[in-house]
């Protein structure tokens, strides 16, 4: 399945987003059958991504039989073969690359012309099914009836179906959250340490769809992660920027897409696949602030209503700073590990950005210097910030008449100008130059458009300061200092916004009912209440603790033992129950009696998780400081997963020793409320 909406239409979701419950989430999907431009370009790309892997397949199969044979003309006849494979997965390949790089299904439908944004395509993974992995876990680990959790398996594996088709809005990224959310509870019920839980994840790259396939819960985590991040991109490019409030929306969504991908770069580690690797997602890091970037230009150019000397400089070096940081983009596309990943669509966009708001700085510098000859009358009251403003405007003081001189003469303005408009103009023709290199870029229409009509404005302008008698050599323009007056933010994910519960809450707390946790099977302990009381004394809430049992009393003598969980209390279950309620369960016990359900931790898996927990402490895992949003979560994501793990924070956490507080504390350091009974 694939993502179904569409770019030419305000996507809904088929049910509208609200909080999540135990019971399920009721957000979904989008209906994966709609023929919307997104849907058949995401349909074309999971087939290509299914052909992709059944050439890989076929080519691992004649390598290693290649390797094997020692038949002459086996080998012939495979190698032949496998030239056929490469060639077509070379094919498929190319092919994926022209989807990938396909930019305008995700731009917006404005007639404003505006250059296209990069947005990423969301990364496709196959079903997965929990239902047995998760049975039989609930039935060794839990010692429950695992048909008791139907219900809490279906929600989940709804939850995880709806992800995959996310609408290109606010209800999608929730649904990502929602999903992502849910997985540190996943965690902590169902991945203990050092094991998995026998489920495999398959994801696609999103750039090449080579296929990963991974047990680790991380994997799962980092890969839904990725398409927060790729869904914030096509949010920010479908808005229109033609007004400032599409603009500012466009800024928080890349800012957004930012922040998912740095984030992704910074906890998690040794990814698979090659699109969440270090040096890419540093790439799509640098990608989305430069994005940023050109949209505080585009807003700076909206809101400068005159035309003053001081308004074109600063216009100059907001052009000149977005330049620079696509430049920066372009370096780092250009490494060995990415020169052959990027499309090559997506480097050839970044560098005729590069050019083009290269030379729109050198243009509004010429404007500035040749349309306000007269500076003294016109902006009178400002030549002191004017001259202030243009010595500092180079990168180096230019060689020849000092600045100074040049504002006040205008044929020295006139001949500085016309400098920048020849270098303005040089810039444009490289742009388009490398526009035209571009077989995917040349289709983009609003692309040319925006080259050619700023390259034929810098042009009209260079005809009209050129002058017949003007025979001196025109002088090289000097290198503008970039300059912003808002600089982009990196903004992290903040996971709290889509308050989610434990679909799996019914197992009990995760202070004591996790996958890390080892204990006994259930014991039910009959007790008969004396003139002296059951004999024993409770601490705690959910679950209630069994703090101290008085030695002869009835408690003793039926088998209870001092750190004893209660989780039952005459078949009604106490896991979750506050310690006034088991208290009161208790009081009002008929003559009978009362029976006890209760559990109690191995003492030898105690010491375990208490060494684990100090180790932790001083390498806890920075992905799980989220916990504290969760709402009432408790415990922190296993340690390392398999070959793809989370990266470890090297500094000391003493956060991180909640789960253990249970195990290892004794009863005496407790300080809940206690009370004899």
Not at 139 to 163: F, N, P, T, V, W
Not at 286 to 296: D, F, K, P, W
Not at 397 to 417: C, F, M, N, Y
Not at 558 to 566: F, M, P, Q, V, W
Request: overall charge negative; some cysteine.
């Amino acid at each position: 399945m694939s993502l179904s909406d569409g770019a030419s239409d305000d996507e809904m979701p088929l049910t509208l987003p609200t909080e999540s419950s135990h019971s399920g989430s009721i957000r979904k999907g989008c209906d994966p059958f709609a023929q919307t431009q997104r849907s058949k370009l995401q349909h074309r790309r999971a087939r290509i991504n299914q052909q992709i892997n059944k050439e890989m397949r076929m080519r691992a199969g004649a390598e290693n039989l290649f390797r094997a044979t020692t038949n002459n003309k086996v080998r012939e006849t495979v190698a032949l073969e496998l030239s056929f494979v490469n060639s077509n997965l070379q094919l498929l390949k190319e092919e994926l690359e022209e989807l990938n790089s396909n930019v305008e299904v995700y731009q917006t439908d404005s007639e404003a012309v505006n250059v296209p944004m990069i947005p990423l395509g969301l990364k496709e993974t196959k079903e997965v099914d929990f239902t047995l992995s998760i049975q039989d876990f609930i039935c060794e680990h839990y010692g429950e009836d695992s048909s008791l959790y139907d219900k809490e398996i279906k929600d989940l594996m709804e939850l995880r179906q709806a992800m995959r088709t996310p609408s290109r809005n606010q209800a999608g990224l929730e649904l990502l959250m929602e999903y992502y959310n849910q997985l540190f509870y996943l965690d902590q019920r169902f991945f203990p340490p050092h094991r998995n839980l026998g489920v495999h994840f398959h994801w696609y790259d999103s750039l090449t769809g080579v296929p990963s396939c991974q047990r680790a819960l991380a994997f799962e985590k980092g890969s839904v992660l990725f398409n927060i991040g790729a869904l914030y991109t096509q949010i920010g490019a479908r808005q229109d920027r033609s007004a400032t409030a599409g603009i500012d929306r466009a800024i928080d969504a890349f800012q957004r897409a930012a922040g998912a991908f740095n984030y992704l770069k910074e906890n998690f580690s040794n990814a698979p696949s090659l699109d969440m690797s270090g040096p890419s997602l540093c790439m799509l890091v640098r990608l989305m602030v430069a994005q940023v970037q050109e949209c505080i230009f585009e807003r700076v150019t909206l809101t400068t209503q005159d035309t003053h000397f001081i308004s074109q400089l600063r216009l100059a070096q907001e052009a000149a700073r977005v330049s620079d940081v696509y430049l920066l983009v372009q370096q780092t596309m250009t490494q060995p590990l990415m020169k052959d990943y990027v499309p090559f669509s997506w480097a050839s966009m970044v560098q005729v950005k590069s050019e083009h708001f290269r030379a729109l700085s050198h243009y509004y510098t010429a404007v500035a210097l040749c349309d306000h000859m007269s500076s003294a009358e016109e902006e009178e009251g400002h030549e002191e910030e004017a001259e202030k403003v243009f010595l500092q405007f180079y990168v180096s003081t230019p060689a020849g008449p000092s600045l100074s001189q040049v504002l006040q003469d205008p044929e020295k303005r006139r001949k500085l100008g016309k400098a920048h408009l020849r270098r303005a103009v040089i810039r444009h023709e490289e742009a388009m130059r490398v526009h035209s290199l571009c077989k995917i870029l040349r289709k983009m229409d609003i692309l040319q458009d925006v080259l050619s009509l700023t390259h034929k404005r810098s042009l009209d302008k260079y005809s009209e300061l050129d002058r017949e008698d003007d025979f001196d050599e025109t002088a090289e323009a000097p290198e503008i200092q970039s300059q912003t007056h808002q600089k982009p933010d990196i903004t992290p994910p903040n996971f709290s916004t889509v308050q989610v519960t434990d679909i799996f809450q019914r197992l009990g707390p995760l202070s004591v009912f996790c996958a890390r946790a080892r204990w006994g099977p259930v014991r039910v302990i009959c007790l008969q209440r004396r003139e002296g009381g059951l004999g024993l004394t409770l601490r705690g809430d959910s679950p209630v603790l069994v703090a101290g049992v008085v030695p002869g009393g009835c408690a003793a003598e039926a088998g209870l033992r001092e750190g004893d969980y209660i989780v039952a209390v005459d078949g009604q279950d106490c896991k979750w129950a506050k310690h006034g309620e088991v208290v009161h369960l208790l009081k009002s016990c008929s003559d009978r009696g009362v029976e006890l359900s209760v559990v109690t931790l191995h003492s030898h898996e105690t010491q375990q998780v208490e060494r684990r927990t100090i180790m932790l402490s001083h390498c806890s895992d920075k992905e799980n400081t989220r916990q504290r949003l969760l709402g009432g979560a408790k415990g922190q994501s296993s340690a390392s997963l398999l070959n793809w793990n989370r990266k470890k924070n090297r500094e000391g956490s003493g956060a991180t020793k909640r789960l253990g507080s249970t195990f290892s504390l004794s009863f005496g350091s407790i300080k809940d409320a206690e009370a004899m009974y």
